[in-house]
């Protein structure tokens, strides 16, 4: 009997910046406040939001699904006193649905689920909607893209891990980009609207790749939120990166 990923591998400046573009698609940024100065975070966002944030991306981690355990629903309550922008959580916790109800309240617009250890995910993904959220699905690397194909066509997003979750600052694994591929043919062939994210360790080196292998979503952390250069000079050189 042939693995799944056998069968997968088968298969298949001052100056605002425009979004990056790649084969007609538009590149979004995503800033992820995991890596945000915490001290600073409603300022950090504001400048996010000022240079050209399309989103902000919300890690939620329970300490179980992932070894890490980072922010709740105070966090998502305080970003929304201070952004209009749409904000993102992704849910590495275990028992997504007993929350969901709880973050959409507090004003998260879209969720991100694993795929992972969900025990119904097309429920899940049926009563974010229901709710009148954008509903996402991510893949952990070791999680081949063909079982996408049953539920791609109720989802808004795909979001291919490109690091194991649970931590910032890890490096991006290369030998996801085939997969992102995959999940790109996968999309133009069931559900072209639907946009495909990468996140981990998204930087100015890695995101023309991720952009060339079919992402059009970038979550990007530390290459936005650091010490070396502001917000704004971090988030412009990763779109000219993008741009290349």
């Given at each position: ?52 944030a399309d ?73 974010i909607k ?115």
């Amino acid at each position: 009997m042939s693995r799944p990923r056998d069968r997968d591998r088968a298969a298949s400046a001052s100056m605002p910046i425009a979004p990056a573009t790649h084969t007609g698609r538009a590149v979004m940024l995503a800033p992820s406040i995991l890596a945000a100065d915490f001290a600073r975070l409603g300022e950090q966002v504001t400048e996010a939001e000022a240079a050209g944030a399309d989103r902000i991306h919300v890690d939620v981690m329970d300490g179980h699904f992932v070894p890490n355990i980072s922010m709740g629903t105070p966090i998502v309550a305080s970003l929304r006193r201070v952004t209009r922008l749409p904000l993102e959580a992704h849910l590495m916790i275990s028992n997504p649905d007993l929350f969901i109800d709880q973050f959409a309240q507090e004003g998260i617009d879209s969720f991100i689920v694993h795929w992972e250890g969900n025990n119904d995910l097309m429920r899940t993904v049926r009563h974010i909607k229901s709710l009148g959220k954008r509903a996402g699905v991510a893949i952990n690397p070791a999680t081949p893209a063909a079982i996408l194909e049953e539920i791609l066509q109720d989802l808004d997003q795909v979001l291919v891990m490109t690091v194991s979750p649970g931590f910032g600052h890890q490096h991006f694994l290369p030998e996801t980009l085939p997969k992102i591929r995959r999940a790109r043919q996968l999309i133009e062939r069931l559900k072209p609207d639907c946009q495909l994210s990468v996140d981990g360790g998204v930087d100015a080196a890695t995101a023309p790749q991720a952009v060339e292998a079919g992402a059009n979503v970038l979550v990007a952390g530390s290459a936005i939120f650091n010490e070396a250069e502001s917000v704004k000079q971090a988030m412009q050189r990763l779109r000219m990166a993008a741009h290349t």
